[in-house]
């Protein structure tokens, strides 16, 4: 028996050593604005999962995915977050999550990036184009964004003439390094 249970605890041991990390997101803040009634209101959503492969010798193979709860939706106003997480607006009890995948990811200058993402908001996709800064903090990789979306292309909301269809949003994360990449 015990000769089974060597062999076989030695290799979970290497397959879990040697098996690709996953990272950790260790800080994270996204935020939005809106114009309404000709005044930004602004929130933020929590919640962000992220499966980051980065390496800037070989961006393409780096990839970018990463999660956000639409039920942490928290603009200080909790009637009108219960409103914006309902049917009318982001349908949180239907699609739960917002996704961004990365196609495409270039380098600009320095730590500055470009990436091609596709953006899943209430089942529906649209490549965008997200500006970005990775800055290699030793143990951690930091990412902060910011782009604009029209909300309508998502079906968030109807139409109003007091709520903009453009929404900002921002994305300042700060994620654990891979074990391979670490190690480069």
């Given at each position: 028996?015990k000769?089974?249970l060597?062999?076989?605890f030695?290799?979970?041991?290497?397959?879990?050593?040697f098996a690709d990390?996953q990272?950790t997101?260790?800080r994270?803040?996204?935020t939005?604005?809106?114009?309404?009634?000709g005044?930004y209101?602004?929130?933020?959503?929590?919640?962000?999962?992220?499966?980051?492969?980065?390496n800037p010798?070989d961006?393409?193979s780096?990839?970018?995915?990463?999660t956000v709860?639409?039920?942490?939706?928290n603009s200080?106003?909790?009637?009108?977050?219960?409103?914006v997480?309902?049917?009318?607006?982001?349908?949180?009890a239907?699609?739960?999550?917002?996704?961004l995948?990365?196609?495409?990811?270039?380098?600009k200058?320095?730590?500055?990036?470009?990436?091609?993402?596709?953006?899943?908001?209430?089942?529906?996709?649209k490549?965008?184009?997200?500006?970005f800064?990775?800055?290699?903090?030793g143990?951690?990789?930091?990412f902060?964004?910011a782009?604009?979306?029209?909300?309508?292309?998502?079906g968030i909301?109807?139409?109003s003439?007091?709520?903009?269809d453009e929404?900002i949003?921002?994305i300042?994360?700060?994620v654990?390094?891979?074990r391979?990449e670490?190690?480069?």
């Amino acid at each position: 028996m015990k000769r089974f249970l060597f062999p076989l605890f030695a290799i979970i041991v290497f397959s879990t050593f040697f098996a690709d990390a996953q990272n950790t997101v260790t800080r994270s803040a996204i935020t939005f604005k809106i114009k309404n009634l000709g005044i930004y209101t602004d929130g933020t959503l929590g919640g962000l999962q992220a499966d980051i492969h980065f390496n800037p010798a070989d961006l393409s193979s780096s990839t970018i995915k990463a999660t956000v709860d639409v039920n942490t939706l928290n603009s200080d106003n909790e009637s009108r977050d219960e409103h914006v997480k309902s049917a009318d607006f982001f349908d949180a009890a239907h699609y739960p999550t917002i996704t961004l995948k990365s196609v495409a990811i270039k380098h600009k200058s320095g730590n500055n990036y470009s990436g091609q993402f596709n953006l899943t908001i209430k089942d529906k996709t649209k490549l965008i184009d997200i500006p970005f800064t990775c800055v290699d903090k030793g143990s951690t990789l930091a990412f902060n964004g910011a782009f604009k979306l029209n909300r309508q292309d998502y079906g968030i909301g109807g139409s109003s003439m007091i709520l903009s269809d453009e929404v900002i949003i921002a994305i300042d994360a700060e994620v654990t390094k891979q074990r391979a990449e670490a190690s480069r």
